[in-house]
């Protein structure tokens, strides 16, 4: 596809719980902080400017009312991010939104939404995360906004959220891939599939690997598509990312991981993102926040690649017959012993090297 990603990057801070479960995303940003997001992407060649963190209310830690927790205080926090995002995109920075818990994307997917719908743009949402998020407030067991993300974004939820981005829905359930999903409630499956989301879960993971999972998601997009990447910490298995709310086991592993943001990164369209719902609190010595961080290293292109190009691959067999052949090499014996003697030098010399890349 030969396009060449905007290098431009504003990180934007949204230190919120208030639409989750469990307090402890509210430092999430920070954690992202501490673990080095800045330097390593400016070790990945990208320029990127640090906003800081945004205002809004604090965590009233109240019980849901008419089937919403913190209505109002999610509906605040959700403009301020929507108009921060909306300003970087506007001044043709990339933004990434360091949550926070996953209600904060209603704002910042709706600013994406309403970029891409004055420009004449098509959107592509990769939602990668262990959950749905398409409750309502009629399904939901909690009545936390943090779980109905997706759902309001498509158009169902209260008026002041599913309105932000100017249009209702701010997008369409087509323009929606979910990728690592394996914990939904039993009335969201089934609101999931009468809107038609095209799931892709740890199932179908399982049966035929990420990277063809990887394929059908990111299949049809073209230059003029905007790739939003909202990528839940949840997403990834409990046993390498331990610090978020609500974990669910059997997730991606750190290899399946860095190969879905290696795929995406190959496309060169990522154009917004959102690190979601890490939770220092449950975290053990920032380790989830630093695989956040490794793994956002590979949307950026850092890669684990090492295979050369067919023309510049050294040859094995020239490898292994530098030395000209004598009567001596016929003999079966001493010509094994030859030949795995020239593979072992070959391998010497084209050996990786830990370190180095």
Known sequence: MSIVMNTHVSLIGAPSDIGAGTRGASMGPEALRVADIRSMLESQGV??????????????????VGGYRHLGEVTEWNRTVHDAVYRELADSRMPILLGGDHSLSIGSISAVARYC??????????????????????????????????????????KDLIEM?????????????????????????????EVGLEVFDMRFIDETGMRQTLANALESLDRDTHLHV????????????????????????????????????????LASLDIMELNPSLDLRNRTA????????????????????????????????????????????????????????????????????
């Not at 320029?47 to 205002?55: E, M, S």
């Not at 839940?232 to 997730?251: H, K, Q, R, S, Y």
């Open 117 to 158: 719908r004055e420009r004449g743009r098509k959107l592509r949402v990769l939602w990668l995360d262990a959950h749905a998020d398409f409750n309502t407030n009629v399904l939901t067991p909690s009545g936390n906004i943090h779980g109905m993300p997706v759902a309001c974004l498509c158009g169902y939820g209260p």
């Open 230 to 269: 909202s990528f839940d910490v949840d997403f990834l298995d409990p046993e390498i990312a331990p610090g978020v709310g609500t974990t669910v086991p059997g997730g991606p592993s750190y290899r399946e991981a860095q190969l879905c943001m290696e795929m995406i990164a190959d496309t060169g369209l």
């Open 290 to 357: 630093m695989v956040a961080v490794d793994l956002v290293a590979s949307l950026f292109g850092k890669s684990t690649l090492m295979r050369r190009e067919p023309s510049q691959a050294p040859s094995l067999l020239r490898a292994a017959r530098r030395k000209p052949l004598t009567s001596r090499d016929y003999s079966p014996r001493t010509n094994c012993r030859h030949a795995a003697g020239r593979l072992r030098r070959f391998l010497d010399r084209h050996a990786y090297q830990p370190g180095r890349r």
């Open 165 to 193: 981005s100017g249009r209702v829905p701010a997008i369409q359930a087509a323009n929606i891939r979910q990728i690592g999903i394996r914990s939904v409630d039993q009335g969201e499956k089934r609101f999931v599939h």
């Open 47 to 64: 320029d990127v400017c640090d906003r800081g963190d945004l205002r809004g209310p604090a965590n009233p830690v109240q019980g849901p």
